[in-house]
C-alpha cells in the first residue's frame, strides 16, 4: 500500500514519474484567476486559516453545508476557530473530493504538516499553520516567489481603474519589485448583460469613465475599445466572457437600437432582445480582439443562484451555482463563423459539451498559430482527477494536446497554487500510461517537451 500522498502521489508508473520530474519545476503562468489586485499590491497576511481557507471559498462552502454545518459557521458570524473546526469535520468525509487532496496538498507545500486534517487534529493544526501564515514566506510575495507565479491573469470590469496593477507594475504598492506579472483581464459582461438589474446604472458609469457620450449600442462598443485600450496600456493579454448559452440571435439593427432604448428605460428585456445584443455586441468584440491580439476566453454552461433562500442571505458567490445542460453547438458554431476569430479558449462546465467543443474547434483553426482554438481546463465542477482526465483525453481525441495552454486556478485563494501540482501529476500520469501500454514511443526528449509546454511554455507563448 502506498503511503498517504507522498512523492509518488497519483504517479502510477515510472514514465509518470520521470516525466513529473520534468515539469514539476516549470514556472507557473496563472491566467485566469479571481485574486484580488489590491491584496496584491498591499503584499498581505492572511490573519488565520479560517480566512485563507474559508473566506470567498464558496467550494468549500458547498461542502460544508453537504455535511449539514450551519451556515453561521460557513459564511456567518461564528468564531474563526470553531469555522476551522467545522470545516475539518467536512474534510475528514471528504473521501473521493478534490477538496480532500488540495487541502492536504496546501497543508504540505505551505506549512509542511504532513498530518491528515481531522476534529482531532485540526487544534494543533490550526496553531501551527497561524504561526506560520503571519511570517514574510506567507506573504502574497512570498508566496508568489515560492511557487515560481512567472503571472496571474485577474479578472477585472472594464470600469476599474487598475490602479492597484499600475502600482504593482511601478513598485510603488507595498509589495514593492516583484517578478510575477499581475495582468488585467478584460471582463466585459455587464455591458452585454442587458436584460439585468442595474444594466442602465452600469452603462452610465461606463460612459463617465470612458468619457463617451452612449445613446447607441455603436457608442456602447466605442466606449469599450477605449477601455480595451486602457487594459491594454496596463498590460492586458486576454478578455473573458461568460453565458449559459452560445447567444447567436439576429435582429436587424433597428431592433437592437430599440432594445437598448427600453433597457436603458428600465423595461423588462425578452430572452431574443437580449441574445440579439449579445449576438452584435461579442462579434464587434471579437473583431476587435483580433485587431489588438487579445486573447478570447468564453466560459459556458454554467446556471446561476439555484437557491434564492441563499441567494438572499449571502449573495453572488454564495456557493448555489450548478451545471447548465442547455445544447449550444448550432449557436456557438454560428457565432464563431461570424467573428473575425482572435485566439480563443472555449470552457463548459458541463462536461458533455467537450466533443461538441472541441469538434468546433477543429473548424476554426489557423495556419501559423499553434492551438488557436483552445479546448479550456476542467473547470469548476470539472477539475478533479476524472474531470482533468477526461478534458485531456477529448483534446488528444480530437485536438492537439501538445498545444494546449494547460490548467488555471479560477480561484480566490492565494494557497491554491498546488492544484497546478495536482494537475501536472494528472498529466504526467495519463502520458505515462499510455507510454507504458505502447500506445506512443518512449522518446523521453520530446515527451518532457510536451508536459512542459502544456505546464508554463505554451501559456506563455500563446498570451504572448
Not at 487534529?121 to 514574510?136: G, H
Not at 432594445?259 to 428605460?265: E, P, Y
Not at 454552461?301 to 447548465?324: C, F, P, T
Amino acid at each position: 500500500m502506498k503511503e498517504f500522498m507522498d512523492e509518488g502521489f497519483l504517479l502510477e508508473t515510472e514514465t509518470a514519474r520521470k516525466l513529473y520530474d520534468a515539469a514539476k519545476n516549470e514556472p507557473i503562468y496563472d491566467y485566469h484567476c479571481h485574486l484580488s489586485p489590491a491584496q496584491i499590491a498591499q503584499n498581505i497576511n492572511m490573519k488565520d486559516m479560517t480566512d485563507a481557507w474559508l473566506s470567498g471559498d464558496h467550494y468549500k462552502w458547498r461542502m460544508m453545508r453537504a455535511m449539514g454545518i450551519e451556515e453561521k459557521y460557513i459564511t456567518g458570524n461564528a468564531d474563526n476557530y470553531d469555522k476551522f473546526i467545522a470545516w475539518s469535520r467536512t474534510v475528514e468525509n471528504l473521501i473521493g473530493n478534490p477538496l480532500y487532496h488540495w487541502t492536504h496538498l496546501e497543508l504540505q507545500r505551505y506549512f509542511g504538516i504532513h498530518e491528515p486534517l481531522t476534529q482531532k487534529s485540526a487544534p494543533a493544526i490550526w496553531n501551527r499553520a497561524n504561526e506560520l501564515l503571519q511570517k514574510p514566506e506567507l506573504s502574497v510575495k512570498g508566496i508568489f516567489e515560492k511557487f515560481k507565479i512567472y503571472a496571474v491573469g485577474t479578472t477585472d470590469d472594464p470600469v476599474d481603474s487598475l490602479e492597484y496593477h499600475l502600482a504593482i507594475a511601478n513598485g510603488t504598492a507595498p509589495i514593492g519589485k516583484i517578478d510575477t506579472k499581475a495582468i488585467p483581464s478584460f471582463r466585459p459582461d455587464r455591458a452585454l448583460n442587458i436584460a439585468a438589474d442595474g444594466f442602465a446604472d452600469y452603462i452610465h458609469e461606463l460612459a463617465k469613465v470612458s468619457g463617451t457620450t452612449i445613446k447607441l449600442t455603436d457608442d456602447v462598443f466605442t466606449a469599450l475599445e477605449k477601455r480595451l485600450d486602457f487594459f491594454i496600456s496596463m498590460g492586458c493579454r486576454s478578455s473573458d466572457h461568460a453565458f449559459e448559452y452560445a447567444p447567436y440571435t439576429v435582429a436587424c439593427s433597428g431592433q437592437i437600437e430599440k432594445t437598448f432604448r427600453k433597457a436603458m428605460a428600465g423595461k423588462k428585456i425578452t430572452r431574443q432582445e437580449a441574445d440579439a445584443y449579445k449576438t452584435k455586441m461579442l462579434i464587434l468584440l471579437a473583431n476587435l480582439y483580433a485587431q489588438r491580439g487579445i486573447v478570447m476566453q468564453i466560459h459556458l454552461s454554467v446556471i446561476r443562484n439555484v437557491n434564492m433562500k441563499i441567494l438572499l442571505q449571502v449573495g453572488e458567490n454564495a456557493g448555489i451555482d450548478a451545471v447548465n445542460d442547455r445544447e449550444i453547438s448550432k449557436k456557438l458554431a454560428a457565432l464563431l463563423g461570424h467573428m473575425e476569430l482572435p485566439k480563443t479558449i472555449l470552457y463548459s462546465l458541463n462536461p458533455k459539451d467537450y466533443y461538441p467543443l472541441a469538434t468546433i474547434m477543429g473548424g476554426f483553426q489557423e495556419a501559423g498559430i499553434e492551438g488557436k482554438m483552445q479546448l479550456g481546463s476542467a473547470w469548476w465542477f470539472c477539475d478533479h482527477r476524472d474531470g482533468m482526465e477526461e478534458q485531456l483525453r477529448v483534446l488528444a481525441n480530437l485536438g492537439m494536446l501538445p498545444a494546449f495552454v494547460g490548467m488555471l486556478t479560477d480561484s480566490r485563494s492565494f494557497l491554491s497554487y498546488p492544484r497546478h501540482e495536482y494537475f501536472r501529476r494528472i498529466l504526467c500520469n495519463l502520458i505515462g500510461k499510455w507510454v507504458e501500454n505502447g500506445e506512443y514511443p518512449s522518446c523521453h526528449q520530446q515527451l518532457e517537451e510536451i508536459v512542459r509546454g502544456i505546464s508554463f511554455g505554451n501559456a506563455r507563448k500563446y498570451f504572448g
